[in-house]
């Protein structure tokens, strides 16, 4: 944390902003929802077994055991945009943060599929919420300077929440023998590696209790006096007169935020879309289909299956969270100096290019005499070094600038509406990348699902270069649609 304060003092010591540990503290807060969406997100990784022996499930029943939680993802993300403009940012956060707390609990007792769906349905929309507020939270609270290396924090808590996840799995699987075997009083393993986000997800609800509501927010729906005692405390007296200035003519004054502002308004382009929001939904869903949540939803599917031990799995699990956050902790560095659009374009260059080796190793899989792929030792290690390289690529650049540009691309008047139709489609995306991975892998095989993550990522290359437009510097009142 030390490190992260010092190189974020360089730069806001030319802001006007003489608080900036109170807004390292505030935005720090707001990445405990990242954690919990990234703990949340990576836990099922462990858990796939025991559901289905617990459930005694099918391919295709697991699929959607697994990928049951996205679809209140995308849900809570669609309506926590838009309830963001009448309740707050803040207030969608706390309701986030019980949700959390209840998913975690009933998820572990659950005795059939039918009720774990409906808990991890509820821990979706926990997640949902949680992706789209808390790096809109961190936009709304950030200087210009350093709004890009605050939104990356936030991605990397939610990296340090799958790695966090994924260790608890490991430990709990290691300790109990299997993730299916009984451990402490009687229950699985794998039901405690659930329970472990309650503590979290409970310190989170607590701390968001101290927090201030975004000051534009305030400013959207009248609250002038407590916007401006929020802006007194971020960037001191001087400033505030001029900042609610800013915000204000940046909102429409006759009404307040809605759907309807997403669409053009003016000459022979009435009623379309705006191209600021296809450019969101695109960076949303390019995000999801070159298959990143593959790794961290199956990754001990995926390594299991051609022919690493389970205890081996769940290491590489961890190996790829430790090479995560370090590639976040690099973008950290770079993202407010060279911008937003040349990490999304080297990122995408890098993971075609990974994805593709990934797919060529695993065409040279053989099958053992019980039927289960093998790799030659050669093969195996360019998939595993080539796949923990794709990780790297995504964290370095897709992961943490395409929630950055989300969370501050957007004028004010359209963020929450923007953020929840981006928001929508990314879990919509991500749906149906982990529903269709299961069905991918019996039908095509690895080689062929691989091969069409490739494929989503040359065209991401294309997508970036004519669609995408730098946001680096650019106050939030400066930015257009």
């Known amino acids: 944390m030390q490190a992260i304060e010092t190189s974020l003092e360089g730069a806001a010591a030319r802001q006007e902003s003489p608080s900036l540990l109170f807004v390292i503290l505030i935005c720090s807060v707001a990445t405990i929802g990242g954690f919990l969406f990234g703990f949340d997100s990576g836990v099922i990784n462990g858990t796939v077994t025991g559901l289905q022996q617990a459930f005694n499930s099918n391919t295709a029943g697991t699929g959607f055991n697994v990928a049951s939680m996205l679809l209140g993802c995308a849900v809570g993300a669609f309506f926590a945009g838009r309830l963001a403009d009448m309740w707050g940012r803040k207030t969608l956060l706390l309701i986030s943060a019980v949700l959390f707390v209840i998913s975690a ?21 926990a ?55 009984e451990w402490w009083m009687g229950y699985n393993a794998w039901r405690w590696m659930f329970w472990i986000e309650i503590g979290p997800a409970t310190l989170f609800f607590l701390a968001l209790l101290l927090i201030p509501e975004s000051p534009r927010y305030l400013v959207l729906s009248k609250q002038t006096a407590k916007a401006t005692a929020v802006l007194r405390k971020l960037y001191g007296e001087a400033a505030v007169a001029e900042k609610l200035d800013s915000i204000r003519d940046s909102v429409a004054g006759d009404h307040r935020p809605r759907l309807r502002d997403l669409l053009e308004s003016t000459g022979r382009r009435v009623g379309k879309m705006r191209k ?63 911008g937003r659009k ?3 374009l080297g990122g995408s260059i890098g993971m075609a290019v990974t994805l593709g080796l990934v797919a060529f190793a695993f065409t040279r899989a053989t099958l053992d005499s019980s039927g289960q792929l093998q790799l030659s030792q050669g093969m195996g290690l360019l998939a ?98």
């Not at 609990?105 to 929309?125: C, D, H, N, Q």
């Not at 995000?287 to 299956?305: D, E, K």
């Not at 540009?405 to 509406?417: A, K, T, V």
């Open 105 to 125: 609990w009933g998820s572990g007792v659950a005795t059939s599929s039918p009720e774990f769906v409906f808990y991890r349905i509820l821990g979706g929309l």
């Open 276 to 338: 600021i929001v296809w450019a969101g939904i695109g960076l949303a869903t390019f995000q999801q289909l070159v298959g990143i949540n593959v790794v961290f939803y199956y990754g001990a599917v995926l390594w299991q299956a051609v022919g690493f031990s389970e205890a081996d799995a769940l290491m590489i699990n961890i190996i790829s969270g430790g090479v995560s956050i370090g590639a976040c902790l690099i973008t950290m560095a770079l993202i407010d100096r060279i």
């Open 384 to 481: 595993l070094v080539a796949a923990n390289a794709y990780v790297f690529f995504f964290n370095g650049s897709w992961g943490p600038a395409m929630w950055t540009m989300l969370g501050e691309m957007f004028p004010n008047q359209i963020r929450g509406s923007g953020l929840a139709v981006s928001g929508l489609a990314q879990w919509v995306a991500n749906f149906g990348i982990t529903m269709t991975f299961p069905i991918m892998l019996t039908g095509i095989g690895l080689a062929g699902a691989y091969a069409i993550y490739t494929l989503f990522a040359l065209l991401s290359i294309a997508f970036v270069i004519y669609m995408v437009h730098e946001t680096k510097g650019l106050e939030l009142e400066q930015m257009r649609g």
């Open 127 to 181: 997640v949902g919420a949680a992706s789209v507020m808390s790096p809109a939270y961190i936009s709304e609270i950030a200087p210009a300077a350093i709004r890009g290396r605050l939104i990356t924090i936030n991605q990397i808590a939610i990296i340090s929440g799958l790695f966090a996840a994924f260790v608890s799995n490991y430990w709990l699987a290691n300790v109990a023998g299997s993730a299916v075997n």
């Open 342 to 344: 040349p990490l999304l």
